[in-house]
């Protein structure tokens, strides 16, 4: 079976992923907390790395956790006092780039154009394998451009 298809497809994610990495490291602390497109910094990253459940959970599947005090994180809804620090939010994210590389890995070109049945339930409509493939990265890039605008926007070099 032939996985070309994928392989692109899950090296733009790679690549987005090593943007968050970067930034985790890269952020002043002072930065950290601050708000920027209406939300803290570190709530837009644990937003992305929480939205991989939506996107790729399949039935029978659990989602992992929040990682910090939240009502739903794929809305921004965050508990008052919730906050993360650098070392839990990147335990965070390689958690969750695994479900993700799990997910990109069970997938073959044949099947993309294929329903994704966990993600068509709760979005209730369907939404095929490619769909998720360029969501996983999109999500991704854009939310990473706030935060490296942010960056920028606060007298730091940006990371992009």
């Known amino acids: 079976m032939s996985r070309y298809i994928v392989t692109e497809l899950a090296d733009n994610f790679e690549r987005a992923h090593g943007f968050y990495l970067q930034f985790i490291e890269q952020c002043p602390d002072e930065l950290w907390g601050k708000k920027f497109g209406a939300w803290p910094l570190w709530q837009h990253i644990v937003h992305v790395y929480g939205c991989i459940d939506h996107f790729v959970l399949q039935d029978g599947q659990q989602p992992t956790p ?87 926007e606060y007298g730091y070099k940006g990371i992009y």
């Open 66 to 152: 929040y990682p910090c005090k939240a009502g739903n994180i794929l809305a921004f809804e965050f508990d008052a006092g919730a906050t993360m620090d650098k070392t839990a939010m990147r335990t965070y994210v390689l958690t969750m780039k695994a479900k993700a590389e799990a997910y990109i890995n069970s997938l073959t070109d044949a099947v993309l154009g294929e329903k994704n049945a966990g993600l068509s339930a709760r979005k209730k409509e369907g939404r095929t394998h490619a769909l998720t493939m360029s969501m996983l990265a999109g999500h991704a890039y854009y939310h990473f451009g706030t935060l490296d605008t942010a960056l920028r």
